[in-house]
């Protein structure tokens, strides 16, 4: 009786098996899982309603849009009492398309290629350089800038004594970045006797994330960007002199973050994004942005010479 009662429950285990794992033994393939590699790969397909770099006026008539992707190899994974817990390499792209208006000659305006390197430092610091490289076909084939560049980078999530509403950690993610022209010159005063410059770039980002439901959330950001000139990195050439200002630009962003869930993981992590931008621009970048003159021999013309302007970006962005 005892032998019966055993062969019955090992016969309904073994039908229980069959059912939960048949359709993987019929050869159905087990869901995958997300990207565990050492490679990771972003996409961003932004469309900015103005372009500035780092201050300096290229357009702010027409559509612009700008795609983004990066191939990371995360080449060092230390243990977690290790100082050194982390090495990359990374290279990018980025590209800046618009419809054509002055000074701007084609669709195609700007093609840059960043190669750098990483260390992590204790789960927190990161320490990057590398080298830029900004060629814009929109204004000819010969104008470039070459640039070297290194930046340290700061998680101090969970490093503050309080916390924010929902028990979450207070993040400012702050950043120094410092880059300097090896070759071309962002301002445009080459021609006119400018030399290259020394740029410094001090940014951060606080947020705050808002759970709507199991399905949506929504993280609201304040980022902040403050650029300056280190050494000749914001000339304006005139008729008498060329002559260098230390503040470049400052903008300030209010953004949110929504993350569509409902793309399944295994296509990767994507994620919508908009955003409003304050910018207000240093003496030297009014002058730039505004037409060629006795004053501003390398001014592009882009805005007239305004000194504050409202911007806005929507974009989209893949992890993987």
């Given amino acids: 009786m005892k032998g019966n009662r055993l062969r019955e429950a090992s016969l309904l285990a073994a039908m229980l098996v069959t059912l939960v794992a048949g359709p993987v033994w019929a050869g159905e393939p087990a869901p995958p899982l997300p990207n565990t590699g050492a490679f990771a790969f972003t996409m961003s397909l932004n469309f900015p309603t103005s372009y500035y770099f780092r201050g300096i006026a290229q357009s702010n008539a027409g559509f612009h849009f700008?795609?983004?992707?990066?191939?990371?190899?995360?080449?060092?994974?230390?243990?977690?009492?290790?100082?050194?817990?982390?090495g990359f390499l990374k290279v990018a792209g980025f590209s800046h398309f618009q419809s054509v208006a002055a000074p701007i000659k084609t669709n195609y305006y700007e093609q840059d290629i960043y190669v750098s390197g990483g260390l992590v430092l204790l789960k927190r610091a990161t320490l990057e350089g590398g080298w830029n490289l900004y060629a814009y076909p929109g204004i000819g084939s010969s104008a470039q800038v070459q640039?070297?560049?290194?930046?340290?980078?700061?998680?101090?999530?969970?490093?503050?004594?309080?916390?924010?509403?929902?028990?979450?950690?207070l993040a400012l993610s702050p950043y120094i970045l410092v880059a300097g022209e090896t070759s071309g010159r962002a301002d445009g005063a080459g021609p006119f006797g400018g030399k290259r410059g020394i740029?410094?770039?001090?940014?951060?980002?606080?947020?705050?994330?808002?759970?709507?439901?199991?399905?949506?959330?929504?993280?609201?950001?304040?980022?902040?960007?403050?650029?300056?000139?280190?050494?000749?990195?914001?000339?304006?050439?005139?008729?008498?002199a060329v002559q260098d200002k230390t503040f470049g630009y400052a903008d300030q962003g209010i953004a949110a973050d929504v993350p569509l869930k409902f793309i399944p993981a295994r296509y990767g992590k994507w994620t919508f994004s908009t955003g409003v931008h304050l910018l207000w621009l240093g003496?030297?970048?009014?002058?730039?942005a505004g037409p060629p003159s006795a004053n501003a021999l390398n001014a592009l013309n882009v805005t007239g010479g305004k000194g504050f302007e409202v911007w806005g970006i929507t974009g989209v962005k893949l992890e993987y």
Wanted: proline share 5%; no cysteine; charged share 25%.
């Fill in 66 to 86: 700008q795609p983004y992707v990066e191939l990371k190899a995360n080449v060092y994974e230390g243990g977690e009492k290790d100082v050194l817990t982390g």
């Fill in 147 to 169: 640039e070297v560049f290194g930046k340290v980078s700061f998680d101090d999530s969970g490093l503050w004594p309080f916390k924010l509403p929902g028990d979450q950690d």
């Fill in 283 to 288: 003496d030297n970048n009014k002058l730039l």
């Fill in 199 to 240: 740029y410094l770039e001090v940014g951060i980002d606080p947020g705050y994330t808002f759970d709507i439901n199991t399905a949506w959330s929504v993280r609201v950001h304040l980022p902040f960007v403050l650029g300056l000139s280190l050494d000749k990195y914001y000339e304006v050439a005139s008729s008498t």
